[in-house]
Nanobody, 120 residues
Framework: QVQLVESGGGLVQPGGSLRLSCAAS????????MGWYRQAPGKQRELVAA???????NYADSVKGRFTISNDNAKNTVYLQMNSLKPEDTAVYYC??????????????WGQGTQVTVSS
């Protein structure tokens, strides 16, 4: 089993910054992709940013130039640096990991979510 533990959410004023962290633990051979998704009230969950074990990244158009995703493969940890935050960034942010197990199977895991609120 794999657990994802997120941290770093909170309340910030427009234009401010936050840094989210997500650490994966458990029986892991390799994590192939880690990412951040978000879900605002009344909206579907959407991809914010993702990063592969080879450091290829993908961002939603709405966050390009403002958010940066990075990882520490040795620690099975992914980070999301969020700058120039806007009220429309308010959402619950979820960490996701695609894990390759020792038996060759792949599984997707989710964190419990962390609230990010951008408001004056």
């Amino acid at each position: 089993q794999v657990q994802l533990v997120e941290s770093g959410g909170g309340l910030v004023q427009p234009g401010g910054s936050l840094r989210l962290s997500c650490a994966a633990s458990g029986t892991i051979f390799r994590i192939t992709v880690m990412g951040w998704y978000r879900q605002a009230p009344g909206k579907q969950r959407e991809l914010v940013a993702a990063i592969t074990s080879g450091d290829s990244t993908n961002y939603a158009d709405s966050v390009k130039g403002r958010f940066t995703i990075s990882n520490d493969n040795a620690k099975n940890t992914v980070y999301l640096q969020m700058n120039s935050l806007k009220p429309e960034d308010t959402a619950v942010y979820y960490c996701n990991a695609n894990v390759l197990h020792y038996n060759g199977n792949r599984s997707d895991y989710w964190g419990q979510g962390t609230q990010v609120t951008v408001s004056s």
